[in-house]
């Protein structure tokens, strides 16, 4: 079986940083970038079909999340988000009479106390102290602030070249 390798480099433009991203008539996309290193490989099954064994065009169907969410991990802490959510869950939770004055304001307290859970470190030494059901729930985690530059800044320039590409080659995008 014969495997066809198709390299892209992108170049930093208007401070948007490099990449070189490497794709494969099997399912392969790595990319090395200003935004990080990521890959992953597709099942041939779940993207190529009769009308379609270009792996560059299945990349060109998909949408900018997918593709983050197969390359990178949403572990990422955020400490202000995290900050947000508890004090909603605070408020509505006073709001709704499940809690007295009392209670939320010292959960109010205790939050301030722990440095608005800021860090990760911050977020436990809270978890440890509040009497918030579930509070385990109240943290937030994203994609890392690279992955999303690389969403932003990288996949739309790796799109066009690809479409660039299959245009060149008479293959729809």
């Given at each position: 079986?014969?495997?066809?390798?198709?390299?892209?480099?992108?170049?930093?433009?208007?401070?948007?940083?490099?990449?070189?991203?490497?794709?494969?008539?099997?399912?392969?996309?790595?990319?090395?970038?200003?935004?990080?290193?990521?890959?992953?490989?597709?099942?041939?099954?779940?993207?190529?079909?009769?009308?379609?064994?270009?792996?560059?065009?299945f990349?060109?169907?998909?949408d900018?999340?997918?593709?983050?969410?197969?390359?990178?991990?949403?572990?990422?802490?955020?400490?202000?988000?995290?900050?947000?959510?508890?004090?909603?869950?605070?408020?509505?939770?006073?709001?709704?009479?499940s809690?007295?004055?009392?209670r939320?304001?010292?959960?109010?307290?205790?939050?301030?106390?722990y440095?608005?859970?800021?860090?990760?470190?911050?977020?436990a030494?809270?978890?440890?102290?509040?009497?918030?059901?579930?509070?385990?729930?109240?943290?937030?985690?994203d994609?890392?602030?690279?992955?999303?530059?690389?969403?932003?800044?990288?996949?739309?320039?790796?799109?066009?070249?690809?479409?660039?590409?299959?245009a060149?080659?008479?293959?729809?995008?």
């Open positions: 079986m014969s495997v066809t390798v198709w390299r892209y480099h992108l170049p930093s433009e208007k401070g948007e940083g490099w990449a070189i991203a490497f794709m494969d008539s099997i399912g392969c996309f790595s990319v090395l970038s200003d935004y990080g290193d990521y890959g992953y490989r597709w099942p041939e099954r779940g993207w190529s079909s009769p009308d379609e064994r270009d792996f560059r065009q990349f060109m169907r998909t900018d999340e997918y593709v983050l969410r197969k390359i990178a991990r949403s572990d990422h802490y955020d400490g202000q988000a995290t900050y947000k959510n508890i004090k909603r869950q605070i408020l509505e939770l006073r709001r709704s009479g809690w007295n004055k009392d939320a304001r010292e959960e109010w307290n205790l939050l301030q106390k440095d608005r859970v800021e860090c990760r470190e911050m977020f030494w809270w978890y440890d102290h509040t009497r918030i059901d579930g509070a385990h729930e109240c943290a937030i985690h994609f890392s602030p690279q992955a999303i530059g690389f969403k932003k800044h990288v996949l739309p320039r790796l799109r066009e070249a690809i479409k660039t590409e299959l060149a080659e008479g293959l729809a995008a």
